[in-house]
């Protein structure tokens, strides 16, 4: 037997078995989906608003956390205050710092937001913090980091 006409036998049977199955699959009932509740919120339980940084900074990395800070005390201070928010700063060169540093997995200067819901850490690296523009469109920088934190707060990413 040649080999085109073993690829045909294994490939008339491949075409069998997949017909087969689409025939089953379609008498089948739709699998039960249980009722989503009205009174469950999608919104976090907490958001935690972390900048890590190294112990040498330069210009833009404080950029980062001055805006940052900012926008925080600006627009979220009622969740501030709440606990729903929290803000820190964090040096990944401090000793002290290790297990907070090990959780995220901060390198460098970097900022993460974690949407906390059901006890359940919702870890997010906020890379694009670096072609936000800091330094030369402050504004559209804390734009960005205040839609960002909504939608943490939110709980939608």
């Known amino acids: 037997m040649t080999i085109l006409a073993k690829v045909k036998i294994c490939s008339s049977f491949l075409l069998i078995i997949l017909v087969a199955g689409m025939l089953c699959a379609c008498g089948s009932p739709a699998p039960e989906v249980p009722p989503t509740s009205d009174t469950s919120s999608t ?3 907490k958001v935690e608003v972390i900048y890590f940084h190294r112990p ?3 210009v833009t990395c404080l950029c980062f956390e001055e805006r940052i800070r900012h926008v925080v005390k600006t627009y979220f201070q009622d969740e501030m205050n709440s606990g729903k928010l929290t803000f820190e700063v964090i040096d990944i060169g401090d000793e ?3 297990a907070i540093v090990n959780k995220y997995g901060a390198i ?13 850490d919702h870890i997010r690296d906020i890379q694009e913090i670096w072609s936000w523009d800091c330094r030369s469109d ?8 205040k839609n960002t934190i909504e939608l943490s707060l939110k709980y939608e990413e």
């Open 56 to 58: 040498r900074r330069c």
């Open 108 to 120: 460098s200067s970097q900022l993460f937001i974690n949407s906390v819901k059901d006890g359940v």
């Open 96 to 98: 002290r710092n290790t």
């Open 43 to 45: 919104a976090a339980d």
């Open 138 to 145: 402050a504004e559209g920088f804390e734009q960005k980091v």
